[in-house]
């Protein structure tokens, strides 16, 4: 099932990336879902410090966007689980050399994830 993306106001291509992954939590929420998929809770205990709120609020926009599939299983208690996307996928692969930039030359070539 597509979901329609939000409207991206910039015509440059970074800025609309940016608009994509902007928000303290989105890189990180990519990372996880490109470990594997999670419920809400698995992915709450990867991210510390990150709110309910804002880590629905982040995978509501990037389900949006197109990044991120919710998928809702018929089940009593209700078993919901988050994946990329092929395009969540892409996105990961994409900034896959910004991360080796700012591990080269922010962090000393130690990464933290």
Excluded: Q
Excluded at 12 to 24: H, L, Q, S, Y
Excluded at 39 to 50: D, H, K, Q, S, T
Excluded at 59 to 66: I, K, S, V
Excluded at 76 to 100: D, K, R
């Amino acid at each position: 099932m597509r979901t329609a993306r939000r409207p991206i106001a910039s015509e440059c291509g970074i800025d609309a990336a940016m608009e994509v992954i902007g928000g303290k939590w989105k890189s990180s929420i990519l990372w996880a879902l490109n470990e594997r998929r999670c419920r809400f809770g698995e992915l709450r205990r990867m991210l510390p410090g990150v709110t309910e709120k804002v880590l629905a609020s982040h995978l509501r926009e990037m389900e949006a966007d197109g990044i991120v599939c919710r998928e809702v299983y018929d089940e009593v208690p209700p078993h919901v689980e988050y994946s990329l996307t092929p395009l969540g996928v892409t996105l990961n692969e994409a900034l896959a050399p910004l991360g080796a930039w700012g591990r080269d030359h922010l962090l000393g070539g130690r990464d933290a994830h």
